[in-house]
């Protein structure tokens, strides 16, 4: 059974950083693209950025210059570096990742975790 598992969320004042960790397990033969999502209460859940499986990259505007997403294809993980945090940037955030285990490709979700920026 494939696991992703999130960690790195917490409260920080705006202008400050915070760095996001997911690391896929389990049953893996491959993975495709990985990302980050991003989710209020009562909103729907946002794309945040995106990586490909060899490295190109795809940002939301709104966070383009100030998040970076890497991956690291032998270990299964993937990063979300956040600097100039903003108050709107408080969202549960979300990793993803499409991945083949023994017989199909199938997308999926860490549990979310908590960013919250104060002004």
């Known amino acids: 059974q494939v696991q992703l598992v999130e960690s790195g969320g917490g409260a920080v004042q705006a202008g400050g950083s915070l760095r996001l960790s997911c690391a896929a397990s389990?049953?893996?033969?491959?993975?495709?693209?990985m990302g980050w999502y991003r989710q209020a209460p009562g909103k729907q859940r946002e794309l945040v950025a995106s990586?490909?499986?060899?490295?190109?990259?795809n940002y939301a505007d709104s966070v383009k210059g100030r998040f970076t997403i890497a991956r690291d294809n032998a270990k299964n993980t993937v990063t979300l570096q956040m600097n100039s945090l903003k108050p709107e940037d408080t969202d549960v955030y979300y990793c993803?990742?499409?991945?083949?285990?023994?017989?199909?490709?199938?997308?999926?979700w860490g549990q979310g975790t908590q960013v919250t920026v104060s002004s």
């Open positions: 993803t990742a499409r991945i083949l285990d023994r017989f199909k490709w199938s997308d999926y």
């Open positions: 389990g049953s893996i033969f491959s993975i495709n693209d």
């Open positions: 990586i490909t499986s060899g490295g190109k990259t």
